[in-house]
């Protein structure tokens, strides 16, 4: 029986033990570590009941703590991603191609095309929502049925997009008098490769190859160079954008649970006592 007394005796002091690691750990502003501290008094002595309730108890406000750390460090990086995201439209102009299109496009100034295409160049817009499209135009008098574009910098790195086979669409032909037209529209994931290069490379030479069919090259010009790289940024941001206002939502549900939670157990404290 003195062997019983003295381990459970042994156990109550090695419980609290644990209770003051993982309390001067939350004090610290550690709450992982504090939180593994909480959940091992459980794990190894879980005949302490009294030290589990306090550990029930301090894990609370782990959470609480946890949160409004979480919290504070996301609208950080919210308002400073939307403080950037709003600079960098300034560059641009919403523009809407009459009322069946859904969204307006943010197109970076100096880039606007209107009427008629008349050369082979590429493309780039972002819509309300954030999407990014780069088109290749080709306009010449023979047909070259390209379904994408690689990029070659003046270092020699290179970069394409994905195949996009023709189907009226998203590859799209036609004849505007003498020349052939020919339109091909990507997403983010289909060239993102290409804007990364190119992104990385402003205001070096930069040859486009229209890949798929027949051989045709171009010089990409600095403004279509910086409105690729300004575009893919604020595709960037608009993603980071609605990640952290989703992040932000989230922690404002888990800090709010873990505020009830915590008036719970301590009003049932206060009912015990």
Known sequence: MLLMVTACGNNEKLAQEMYNNAEQLYHAGQYVEATRWVDSISATYPQEIETIRKGILLQCHINQARYEKELIEVDSLYNATTA????????????????????????????????????????VHVTENGDLQLTSVYCGGAKLNHTGIKATMADGSTAQTSPIAYDGGKNYRYKSGDNTIEMVTYNLSQCEDVLQLISSHVGDKCKVEFTGGKQHNITLDKLSQEAIANSYRMAQLFVAADSLQSRREFGIIQLELADRQLIKLQEKENATE
């Open 84 to 123: 950037e995201l709003t600079s960098l439209k300034s560059r641009f102009e919403l523009h809407k191609e009459g009322q069946e299109q859904t969204y307006a496009n943010y197109i970076y100034k100096g880039t606007r095309r209107k009427g008629e295409v008349s050369r082979s160049e590429v493309r």
